[in-house]
């Protein structure tokens, strides 16, 4: 990792732009608001909660991350982005349900002030959606221009600074990189040729980082996971990461997974189920948007128990992932995991674990650490994947030669250690036998 400039507290305003305004999008703006007036607290969020030990235990150095890392404030952020429906932030918060009317009335002028602009959306890539406020152009690569042109626009409306882009939008349908995704020339033509194999969460990534602008992603779409944009992101020195908010099922996982693999606990088999009636589970009732789901979902388990390294554990274990679309649920999902395991001499146990989460809740506070940190790595000159951030993904973007890191627990201790880097501390190894010699 090369650092061009030690961080220094930024200043001016940080316009955290957003594909997708719906559920997660307008929560993590109602949030950051009423934060701001003091209404709630940020619960969830490392960058405004969480602490970072120091040195040695006992130096006592264990300040918030906050004021260790110069991040940009909350007073300072400004929301803009981009949805295939016209409403403004109060009436798509009021459409989504997560938050009471109550909270979403202190604060509705705030949220009637943001409107989204126009989308680049195609219903080939997301069956169950059709919207009515969507971009015309006559190929992607015209698309990605007016998107261009928006991001231009708004940094110039808003007086803003700096730029990060989070994907907030629906999962796309299944698809595997091909030749066109391999490098920017092919990748450009693509898009010049209008080709079915450029999605547009892929054009969003190209305008944003073509515009300098960090780019995450919150969907399991093949998007700036391919070599293409990974080579662009690199070359232009924009920060990428991704992919796929670590929420609900799958952080259970990636919290329990590590815990059986450390005391040598043996797996048969994991069952999950989900339920959920908001726009994302409407939009994985197409069997060909819960593929590009289950597919991230699937990985985590053989990538934190490692069966090849541990076969009389884990090999062959049974693995199943379902989501139901229940529209009574709404926001409030339910993941339920049946968990097979054995111990002792084989002796099988079982684990039962029911996760009545609310997604958005879960979801709002990645938002904001990551446009947070993205927005640190872009002024320090991190360039290309930001792998310490796979502490908030379940998918995360890796070097290509790397398999993904999924403990949830070696991931915060690379992200913290990142920000002890960053700041020229000592990283910590947590060895602890300098206080006995």
Known sequence: MKIKRRPEKPSGKLGVLMPGMGAVATTFIAGVEAVRQGIASPVGSLTQMGTIRLGKRTENRVPMIREFVPLAELD?????????????????????????????DR?????????????????????????TWVKKGKNWFDLAGQLMEDIRRFREENGCDRLVMV?????????????????????????????????????????AIKSGVPFANGAPNLTSDIPAL???????EV??????????????????????????????????TNILGNRDGEVLDDPESFK?????????????????????????????????YYPPRGDNKEGWDNIDIFGWLGYPMQIKVDFLCRDSILAAPIVLDLALFMD??????????????????????HAPQLYPEHDLFIQLMKLKNTLRFIQGEDLITHLGQEYYD
Not at 243 to 250: E, I, L, P, R, S
Request: a positive charge; aromatic letters at 12%.
């Open 167 to 207: 994907w907030c939008a629906s999962t796309e349908i299944f698809m595997k990189p091909t030749a066109v995704h391999q490098n920017i020339a092919a990748f450009e033509k693509a898009m010049k040729d209008n080709s079915p194999e450029i999605a547009p969460s892929m054009v969003y990534a190209y305008a």
């Open 107 to 131: 604060i509705r002028p705030f949220l009637q002030g943001i409107r989204p602009m126009k989308a680049v959306f195609d219903q080939k890539y997301v069956k169950k959606l059709s919207g």
């Open 292 to 324: 590009t789901k289950e597919e991230s979902k699937l990985s985590v388990l053989e990538h934190i128990l490692q069966p090849s390294l541990y076969p009389e554990l884990y090999k062959n274990f049974y693995h199943k992932v379902r989501i139901n």
């Open 239 to 272: 920060p990428i990461c991704g992919k796929d908010f670590k929420t609900g099922q799958t952080l259970m996982k990636t919290i329990l997974a590590p815990g059986l693999k450390a005391r040598m606990i043996g797996l048969s088999g994991w069952f999950s």
């Open 230 to 236: 990974m080579d662009l992101a690199h070359e232009l």
């Open 76 to 104: 300072d952020l400004v929301f803009g982005g981009w949805d295939i429906f016209e409403d403004d932030c109060y009436e798509a918060a009021c459409k989504a349900g997560v938050l009471e009317r109550g909270l979403l």
């Open 376 to 397: 640190l790595a872009g002024r320090i000159g991190l360039r290309g994947i930001q792998e310490w951030l796979s502490f908030y993904f379940k998918s995360p973007q």
